[in-house]
């Protein structure tokens, strides 16, 4: 089967690297080992490692698309259009090395959060494990021209390696494909994973956090599984620069991007940073491509190096006024948006953390801050008049610390809002007891208005919200009681904020958002969930944000009307009262609907959906990141505006 080119190939491959091979009975008996949990997070571990190997190959410039199918009996597919495999006979072990690679366990060979090979390294090392966890796995490679298959059940051979006419997948699927690549389909074993349904949005923030760290690589993912087909596609052309761009595409850069780029040993450093006129940070670290969410040795030493580049030019350009002036750490950090990428040798990375979410090599630390102290300072020398804005934003972050500083300790004196009398707008309910009293928080002083009217005044309180609300995101704590709408939710909240907050004050367990489902309504909608997330994270914590679900139809035959809360529940409830004649009517905002209206479809306790905001989704709002790869209109980008006050400091 082998031509004379491929064994040529493969002795580049075989000889020293596959070295010690296990049958892959430890796997299953101890998954743990080998994935880390068999809950749903070694779920979808195991659907990474396959991934990560369509990844290397076109880290090692081979592939340019990688999908992710969900099929619709619950098993996966991940394709690459690669290389493929290798199929021809491994002389040392009689078999195909795609056999060998699915079949066997490489010594040491473990995987899980540190699975990543770098380009040219081995790859293909994890399969075995998931296949050996896996009821059954196929999978395909083309190569010359051919399709090859093999079939396994708990990662035993089923078949052996056979020339196939026809690839395995689905016809509609088999249009995407080219006729080369790794085509891998597997079902988890239920026997070893209690839970086996993967979840789409873990597998479109794996691919999302990928695919900006492989520039140009296609990711299809591609959801089979329900009536309608879910789809995200992600590509990212230009790496961390493009990365940092996107990150700060609603806010207002304040220069150009910098790009620091450089090797030392074995260790790759590569650095995007651009300040924005906004007041918070957003700096992301990786090793290879493993995010460290906990950032480590790599994120110090960048940190360090950006404060002393900093302080080192503003010396230079004699802008300290007093011996000892200078800027701290901190103050490098207002309105910074930074990617700190790392690569280095898979074997040497020490994770550390609970989560393994740090890296720990102490190495890397001098190796970063060197590189980017060089590169930042090179940097401000050719580019001056971008040096003095970033150094202005930093000192006007210094001169904010104090001045915040001294704000925080008026607040705390003057016991922040404590004592004030509830605002006018508000129209409190008549419990007193929190756990069973209800905040609605209302777009508009129309809807306003007709919630008053509809609700049940015994535990239902109402406070309408004028327009847009401040966005808390840029705004410090002394700014935000100054402003009318927040000031009237704090103190409707009764828990104060700030260094006084009191959760026992708190007057209501349920806030309701109630927005209409437009644009509008998300923005509202999305500038409270920023200020509780920033300022009252507790409430989220504990549960007690909600967001209310107005119907979208009103569905009306004669006397009986019917309201749907989603598209498909419109075509179902259609579909159920048959032939008659139905009038659909689509709200489009809460103001179309009377008083008892809305009691009915979005108060009432026995008929409204309320939806949970976890601290997660809340996370998701604030991050920039959600709407990098624009496969969802980016809630934020029509509101996001500058109400920073710029400061021109004398340097
Ligand atoms: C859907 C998952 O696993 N893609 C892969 C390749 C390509 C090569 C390779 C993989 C065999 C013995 C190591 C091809 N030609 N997608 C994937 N694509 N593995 S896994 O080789 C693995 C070697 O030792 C490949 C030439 N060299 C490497």
Redesign the pocket.
């Known amino acids: 089967m082998a031509t004379t080119k491929q064994s040529a ?2 002795s ?3 000889a020293q ?2 070295q010690v091979l296990e049958g892959l009975e430890p796997v299953r008996k101890r998954p743990g080992m080998y994935i880390g949990s068999t809950d749903l997070i070694g779920l979808h571990e195991s659907l990474r490692e ?2 990560d ?2 990844v ?2 076109a880290l090692a410039g ?2 340019k698309n990688v999908w992710v199918i969900l099929n619709r009996d619950g098993s996966a597919t ?3 259009d ?5 199929v021809d006979t491994m002389p040392q072990y009689k078999k195909s ?1 795609l056999e ?2 699915m079949t066997k366990l490489h010594a040491g060979g473990k995987f899980g959060g540190s699975a990543y090979k770098i380009s040219g390294g ?3 090392v994890g ?1 075995s494990v998931v296949n050996a966890l896996s009821e059954w796995m196929w999978v395909e490679v083309g190569r010359d021209g051919k399709i090859y298959r093999q079939e396994y059940a708990a990662g035993n051979p089923k078949t052996t390696v056979d020339i196939v006419k026809q690839s395995k997948v689905s016809e509609d699927l088999q249009k995407f494909f080219y006729n080369k ?4 389909t597997f079902f988890p074993d239920n026997k070893i994973f209690p839970d086996i349904a993967f979840d789409f949005d873990t597998i479109k923030k794996q691919l999302r956090e990928r695919a900006f760290l492989v520039p140009k690589l296609y990711f299809h993912l591609k959801d089979f599984r329900g009536e309608d087909v879910r789809e995200v596609n992600y590509y990212f052309e230009g790496g961390i620069r493009s990365l940092v761009e996107k990150i700060n595409e609603n806010k207002n850069p304040i220069h150009k991007s910098i790009v620091i780029r450089k090797s030392e040993g074995d260790v790759e450093v590569e650095v995007a940073l651009q300040y924005s006129d906004s007041y918070t940070e957003n700096v992301e670290s990786y090793v290879n491509v493993i995010n460290t969410v906990n950032g480590g040795t790599h994120l110090t030493g960048f940190r360090m190096a950006l404060t002393r580049a900093v302080n080192d030019y503003g010396r230079k350009i004699g802008s300290f006024k007093e011996e000892g002036d200078s800027i701290t750490g901190d103050d490098t950090k207002e309105g910074l948006t930074a990617v700190v990428f790392i690569k280095m040798p898979q074997d040497m990375i020490q994770f550390e953390g609970q989560t393994k979410g740090k890296l720990g090599n102490s190495e890397v630390q001098p190796i970063v801050n060197t590189i980017v102290r060089e590169g930042l300072s090179t940097f401000f020398e050719e580019n001056p008049s971008e040096a003095r804005k970033i150094l202005e934003k930093v000192y006007l972050a210094a001169k904010a610390r104090l001045a915040a500083k001294a704000a925080k300790e008026a607040i705390l004196r003057k016991g922040a809002l404590e004592g004030s009398s509830l605002p006018g707008k508000l129209a409190d309910c008549q419990e007193k007891d929190p756990s069973v009293s209800e905040l609605y928080l209302v777009e508009g002083d129309s809807a306003g208005g007709s919630a008053k009217t509809g609700r049940d005044r015994k535990f239902q309180a109402i406070l309408p919200l004028k327009g847009k609300i401040l966005n808390t995101e840029r705004a410090r704590l002394d700014k935000i009681i100054e402003h009318e709408e927040i000031k009237n939710l704090i103190i409707a909240l009764g828990a104060g904020i700030g260094e006084t907050v009191n959760f026992d004050k708190l007057r209501y367990h349920r806030v309701i958002i109630m927005t209409d489902a437009d644009v509008d309504g998300q923005h509202i909608e999305t500038l409270i969930l920023t200020f509780f997330y920033r300022h009252l994270p507790e409430v989220i914590k504990r549960g007690y944000l909600y967001i209310a679900m107005p119907p979208l139809f009103k569905l009306s035959a004669g006397k009986v009307s019917k309201y749907a809360y989603s598209d498909a529940e419109r075509d179902t409830i259609l579909k159920e009262m048959g032939n008659v004649k139905i009038n659909t009517q689509r709200y489009k905002g809460l103001g179309e609907m009377n008083p008892e209206q809305l009691w009915d479809t979005t108060m009432n306790p026995e008929n409204r959906i309320l939806k949970q905001i976890t601290i997660e989704d809340a996370e998701e709002v604030d991050a920039v990141f959600t709407m990098l790869m624009g496969d969802e209109v980016p809630p934020r980008k029509h509101f996001i505006q500058t109400n920073a006050k710029t400061a021109t400091l004398d340097i």
């Open positions: 190939k493969s580049e491959y075989s690297q596959i396959i991934i190997n369509a290397d190959e081979y592939a991940v394709v690459d690669g290389r493929g495999i290798p090395a060998i690679v081995l790859h293909g399969s690549g790794t085509t891998v």
